[in-house]
């Protein structure tokens, strides 16, 4: 019987990382490479994406692979579930990382485009969606896996638009709230659908984190609006659920949806 430390361990299982060239997706990967996965990071930029997985092989000494994804297209969806294979023939971990706000042009749902409301559904609920369908095949044929999605707490609460109007910020968009409602819906039924299989699937859904982008008023508010007093950080807040997640240490846990959010989101 393993220890619980070894439980942790990740060496010889792959990993498959959407979007994680940088940011929150990137910390994820890392995450797994300190624990020895093999993992592949993907990308929309190809350069990108390798030049990901070089890092990680220079720092951890991992086996690693960049490879160019959308997932919201089907065909590159496919394309890469055949790289994979042919690369290590197994995924034994999907992060279902890409997506975000991209708070271009309006967010006000009454003044937002169509078309940008049509595109975030795309990017984080459709995409995350076709990985499910394509990786979870070869995991249930595996009989053994862990898929974890990225939501957000803004698929669990309403939020006053107060702080970002009074700190000249674009809002949360509501089709973002939408999507990533749906991805937290998506996680539990698909958890129904893969345990007969050995397939945990796990939602995680972060509050705020500071990317050093935001103005200062702004991180103060939000800081404000947490139990902790503080916004998340990159490099080390979201590091150690992800590992739970991926790991053996989780094999009793499937459909559950862990906020990473300092608390905010039941601070009153
Ligand atoms: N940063 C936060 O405060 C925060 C909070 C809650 C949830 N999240 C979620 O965490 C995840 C990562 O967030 P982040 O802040 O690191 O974002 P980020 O923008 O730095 O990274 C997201 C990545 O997804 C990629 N992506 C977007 N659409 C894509 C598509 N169609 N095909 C392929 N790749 C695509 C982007 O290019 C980017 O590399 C996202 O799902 C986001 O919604 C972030």
């Not at 973002?176 to 539990?188: E, L």
Request: hydrophobic share 45%.
């Amino acid at each position: 019987m393993k220890s619980t430390f070894e439980k942790f361990q990740l060496k010889n299982k792959v990993a498959l990382v959407t979007g994680a060239s940088r940011d929150l997706g990137f910390d994820a990967c890392c995450a797994l490479a300190e624990a020895q996965a093999t993992v592949a990071i993907t990308s929309r930029s190809k350069q990108k994406a390798k030049d990901a997985a070089e890092k990680l092989t220079d720092t951890y000494g991992i086996d690693a692979i960049g490879l160019e994804l959308d997932h919201t297209n089907w065909n590159d969806v496919q394309r890469v579930k055949q790289d994979m294979l042919d690369w290590k023939g197994r995924i034994d971990i999907l992060i279902n990382n890409a997506g975000g706000g991209a708070l271009l042009g309006e967010t006000n749902l009454f003044k937002r485009e169509p078309k940008a409301i049509t595109s975030l559904i795309e990017s984080n609920l459709i995409g995350p969606l076709f990985m499910c369908k394509a990786i979870g095949e070869i995991m249930i044929k595996q009989k053994s896996g862990k898929i974890i999605n990225i939501a957000s707490i803004a698929g669990l609460v309403g939020r006053n638009r107060d702080m970002y109007h009074r700190n000249d910020k674009n809002e949360q968009a509501i089709d973002y709230a939408a999507a990533k409602g749906g991805v937290i819906a998506m996680t539990r039924d698909l958890a129904a659908l893969l345990a007969p299989y050995g397939v945990c699937v796990n939602a995680v859904s972060p509050g705020g984190f500071d990317k050093g982008e935001l103005p200062a008023s702004f991180v103060a508010d939000y800081s404000a609006a947490t139990m902790l007093g503080r916004m998340g950080k990159l490099d080390s807040d979201l590091k150690g659920i992800i590992l739970f997640l991926a790991s053996s240490a989780s094999d009793y846990v499937t459909a559950q949806n862990i906020i990473v959010d300092g608390g905010f989101t039941f601070s009153k």
